[in-house]
């Protein structure tokens, strides 16, 4: 194997010199770093990350922490997505990613802490963490840079990235409205979910905007499931509440909410009007095909890792939260 010492010998240089040169260091001009290279590439010298990683004092690792506790449909096929852009950026950058488990079968959960000190992780991508989950107060503690999906926490090294979650519910139910609906019902997800308050709060808002008077009756909680969603529209069915239009919190409840319709002898959009919020590759093929609110879930992966490596990198960086902006994709549902 080609060794630092072989380059120095056949280049008549330092070992410090081709050190540096290798790992682009200002103080070596442009036309040795290339020499360098270029002979550390004929020779077939494969670079010892980990003795780079252990001189620099730096590991170049990032923790991935994935939590799905109720192991659900839904939002494995959300954080499907959002890994994907995660994985797509750090593709590009010297760190590579550790996988994290939020959630370990016949073990208790570990500390947060104690998996980043024992592994020398530099910084951590959350998906998938809820309203009283542990780790949420390992993270206040601003001991590592973090940067969360769809958790409000922003501190001096923490910060979060999330849809435009207010705005979709505003096109939602603003597409009903202009479609004639004025009595929408709503199904929301879990209340251990932060987004779920902000969705319902964009509801609220979305109905008073249009000037239509918020209706407790027709607001049922689900889980972000297939089956809560058609659980929660036979709920309103059978009590014969009046409504028009459906708006669920997740594209999984708008499909059950269908299936319960055309169950019930009903059609779509004729005598109910569905909307979806996601865009999971199922909205397209469902029947009748789903509108939906679009979250750009590669993006939040993406340039969530983005602002991360911002906080680890640059000591004087404030994190700042990011919103992703969403879309309304017109189909046959609604």
Known sequence: MVKLSDIAKKLNLSLTTVSRALNNHNEVSPKTKELVKRTAEKMGYIPNKFARNLALKK????????????????????AFEVIAGVRNYFGTTPYDLIIIPGKQKNKAKESLKNICYSRGIEGLFVVGVSIGDPYIDELKEDFIPAIIVDYPLLTKKVSYIQSNNRKGCE???EHLV?????????INGHNQAAISKIRLDGY?????????????????TGDYSEKSGFD???????????FSAIFAASDLMAVGAIKAIKENGLKIPD???????DDI?????????????????????????????KIIEQSDYIPKKKRIDVELVIRDSA
Not at 271 to 277: Q, R
């Open 178 to 186: 202009l479609k004639g609906h004025n009595k929408i019902a709503f």
């Open 281 to 309: 590759l199922l909205a397209e093929y469902s029947s009748p095909s789903l509108t939906t609110v679009r979250q750009h879930k590669f993006d939040l992966g993406y340039k969530g890792s983005r602002e991360l490596i």
């Open 59 to 78: 590991s170049h690792l990032i923790g991935l922490v994935y939590i799905d506790d109720k192991e659900s449909n839904f939002y494995q096929s959300f």
């Open 271 to 277: 005598d109910i009007a569905v909307i979806g919020f």
């Open 232 to 242: 929660a529209v036979n709920e309103m069915l059978k009590a014969k509440l009046d």
């Open 204 to 220: 609220k808002s979305a109905l008073e905007n249009s000037g239509f008077t918020f209706n407790q009756s027709i607001v049922k």
């Open 171 to 173: 096109l939602a139910v």
